[in-house]
């Protein structure tokens, strides 16, 4: 699997940006992709996951309200559209795709929290600036 994200770019605060999230090789039926984000000098935070085979979503109380994760399975890619920027929404911003190749449905939330190396592919990030 390879992910590939975009549209990362400088944006005022109060505006807003949309990501994307395309990934190749990908034939599972049933994954989460999560978007993680890396402000200079801070830890990778969780901040969205979206579940394939519902559709299902989960958000950090950072972003909840203002983010916003989606998927077009034809294309596989999964966006994040972001309103009401802040300027502490400045990172680097990527994707990962959890496979959940034991079945199931495992709870969304804590995927947020799961360790990187858990995940079975990264993305390169794409960089988000916010100004003030």
């Known amino acids: 699997v390879q992910l590939v994200e975009s549209g990362g770019t400088l944006v005022q605060a109060g505006g807003s940006l949309r990501l994307s999230c395309a990934a190749s090789?990908?034939?599972?039926?049933?994954?989460?992709v999560a978007w993680f984000r890396q402000a200079p000098g801070k830890e990778r935070e969780g901040i969205s996951v979206?579940?394939?085979?519902?559709?299902?979503?989960a958000y950090a109380d950072s972003v909840k309200g203002r983010f916003t994760i989606s998927s077009d399975r034809a294309k596989n890619t999964v966006f994040l559209q972001m309103n009401s920027l802040k300027p502490e929404d400045t990172g680097l911003y990527s994707c990962?795709?959890?496979?959940?190749?034991?079945?199931?449905?495992?709870?969304?939330?804590?995927?947020?929290?799961?360790?990187?190396?858990?995940?079975?592919?990264w993305g390169q990030g794409t960089h988000v600036t916010v100004s003030s």
């Open positions: 090789n990908l034939r599972f039926d049933n994954y989460a």
């Open positions: 990962a795709v959890l496979l959940f190749l034991g079945g199931g449905t495992p709870n969304l939330r804590p995927i947020l929290s799961r360790h990187p190396a858990e995940f079975d592919a």
């Open positions: 979206i579940r394939s085979s519902d559709g299902s979503t």
